[in-house]
């Protein structure tokens, strides 16, 4: 495989099921992306990396216990493989244990010249391996899959959106949930009229001044009802700017 030149936002990938991808991710606006070569993906079989017969990437886990522990030695030589070739790319691992991935590490990833995401199987990696190397755990949330790519295309899938001509022109991604703390305004479009049920008047009015104000009301009242915490966060950073704005 060619390398992709250097300004090419890059997702590197290491797996033991190279064959998922890009899967989901060859879709729609990031699959024509990803073909007009806007951003690349490139795929590391782990398997590769392992120098016993049989291959095992795999062992017991020391103490015992159930399961198996994906070995640090073989995870770290596909690592540094990875690595060499994309040394400006921030190493990720994906876990349960990580900090969680939110819509601003999406942006500055998106800023960045792209991601070495390691995906995780079993009971997860050799705990040595993220002491030795640089690697930011991130979890897509409070629930356990059964390995990291899905977890990795989410990441992806996350932060390809953001790439300049990837939405196209028309789409904005300022006002969307999380953007501006908030979760977004609800959305409304044709028939005028859907059992019984019409578009909020104030969206047909034609005043955009009146609209504007109306979505940041319902955007707040959404997200007070549903994400206290998200709520609570907004309130003090509107306190703070308003302490700003009054000295
Ligand atoms: N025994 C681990 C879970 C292992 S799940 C624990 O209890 O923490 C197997 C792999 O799936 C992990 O190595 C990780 O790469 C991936 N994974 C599972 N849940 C995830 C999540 N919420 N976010 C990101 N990756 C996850």
Redesign the pocket.
């Known amino acids: 495989m060619t390398s992709p030149p250097q300004s090419l936002w890059t997702a590197e990938v290491l797996t033991l099921f190279p064959e998922m991808f890009p899967g989901p991710l060859g879709f729609s606006n990031l699959g024509r992306a990803l073909e007009d070569g806007i951003w690349a993906l490139r795929t590391t079989q782990i398997r590769d990396y392992a120098d016993n017969k049989h291959r095992n990437v795999d062992d017991t886990p020391a103490g015992g216990g159930p399961g198996m522990v994906m070995r640090a030695d073989i995870a770290a030589r596909a690592l540094d493989a990875v690595q060499a070739r994309a040394p400006n790319q921030p190493m990720i691992y994906?876990?349960?244990?990580?900090r969680p991935f939110t819509q601003r590490r999406a942006r500055e990833l998106a800023a960045g010249p792209g991601v070495i995401l390691l995906?995780?199987?079993?009971?997860?990696?050799d705990e040595r391996l993220l002491q030795a190397r640089p690697i930011e755990e991130l979890?897509?949330?409070d629930?356990?899959?059964?390995?990291?790519e899905l977890?990795a295309m989410v990441v992806i899938e996350a932060v390809v959106r953001l790439l300049p001509g990837v939405l196209g022109a028309a789409a904005s991604v300022e006002e969307e949930s999380f953007e501006n703390g908030l979760l977004e305004y609800p959305h409304y479009t044709r028939p005028a009229i859907w059992e019984g049920r019409p578009i909020p008047a104030v969206l047909t009015s034609g005043n955009h001044r009146k609209i504007a104000l109306w979505r940041r009301q319902m955007a707040e009242a959404v997200t007070r009802a549903r994400r206290p915490d998200l709520w609570a966060k907004w309130a003090r950073s509107k306190a703070r700017r308003k302490r700003a704005h009054d000295n």
Do not use: D
């Not at 995906?119 to 990696?125: A, K």
């Open positions: 994906l876990s349960p244990r990580g995906c995780g199987r079993f009971e997860g990696v979890s897509i949330g629930f356990v899959l059964a390995g990291g977890a």
